[in-house]
């Protein structure tokens, strides 16, 4: 009896204090295949050795016990917005976080060394703590510059010459986006289906949707645009949009990087920021 009711005490603890995870990160240097035959040096910040982009999926109130490792050689300074301010780990070295998660949302987690260097030349990830059962779709759009790369790690890197030439979303390129089911956004007519949208980028993208209104749910830097039903979306540098598509119509319809050089890639278009939704009856 006294074991049942033990039992019991550890269920409701979890049901109200939420669930403890383990999770490792990792700086690490890594080489992004592009659209084309073109590779970039990055830094990742993953959980694996990925150069996909991280995404770590939790309910609110849940406990993460996090292990950050630099493997690089330089140092990083790891932030998660909201969480996590920006520390300082040297190369080589590693620290550990205890965060509990209650708030909620979807946060950057990147580097937030010397602007822009530390910032561009690392691969940002999520952490999305989300009490919901509707289906998300999680976008990391950001643009790179490729002749950059070299600069960046020896620090040469000017700001005021900056003209990106490879448009993403999660790391991945028109036609690659469409084949990523994880990215390409699917379902049915009167589905809800979510979508959140991260620019991890240096650079305003504004996001077209063909075919449909989307509502704004969530804007972490324009609050004001909340509640708004349109078809285009700007994001500024490190906001994150989530957006709510319940589909009126089957259909394949675009969505687009409405600055047109970024629907390019290595000066090819449409090898960029470009991708489907596919909606069934
Ligand atoms: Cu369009």
Not at 3 to 18: E, K, P
Not at 26 to 45: A, E, G, H, M, Y
Not at 57 to 66: I, R, T
Request: hydrophobic content about 35%; aromatic content about 12%; glycine content about 6%.
């Amino acid at each position: 009896m006294r074991l049942l009711y033990l039992t019991l005490f550890v269920v409701y603890l979890q049901s109200a204090f939420g669930a403890t995870h383990n999770l490792t990160l990792r700086f690490q240097p890594n080489t992004l295949q592009l659209v084309d035959s073109n590779t970039l040096p990055i830094v990742s910040i993953a959980d694996t050795n990925t150069v996909h982009p991280f995404l770590g999926k939790f309910s609110l109130n849940d406990s993460l016990v996090l292990k950050v490792i630099n493997a690089d050689t330089l140092s990083h300074n790891f932030t998660i917005e909201n969480y996590v301010n920006s520390s300082l780990i040297s190369s080589y070295d590693s620290s550990y976080f205890y965060l509990k998660l209650n708030k909620e949302g979807t946060f950057i987690i990147f580097d937030e060394g010397v602007f822009p260097n530390n910032q561009y030349s690392s691969i940002s990830g999520l952490l999305a703590v989300e009490q919901t059962n509707i289906k998300t779709y999680f976008w990391n759009v950001r643009e790179f510059q490729s002749k950059w790369h070299q600069d960046t790690f020896t620090g040469a890197m000017n700001p005021l010459l900056y003209y990106p030439d490879y448009f993403t979303v999660n790391n991945l390129s028109n036609p690659n986006v469409d084949s990523h089911a994880d990215s390409r956004v699917a379902g049915s007519v009167g589905d809800t289906i979510h979508l959140v949208i991260a620019n991890t980028g240096l650079s305003i993208h504004s996001i077209h949707f063909h075919g449909y209104h989307l509502k704004t749910l969530n804007s972490s830097k324009h609050p004001e645009t909340i509640g708004r039903s349109k078809d285009t979306f700007p994001l500024y540098p490190m906001e994150v949009l989530k957006l709510e598509l319940i589909p009126d119509k089957p259909g394949v319809y675009p969505v687009h990087d409405h600055n047109l050089i970024g629907v390019t890639g290595g000066m090819f278009y449409p090898n960029g920021m470009f991708t489907t939704l596919r909606i069934v009856p």
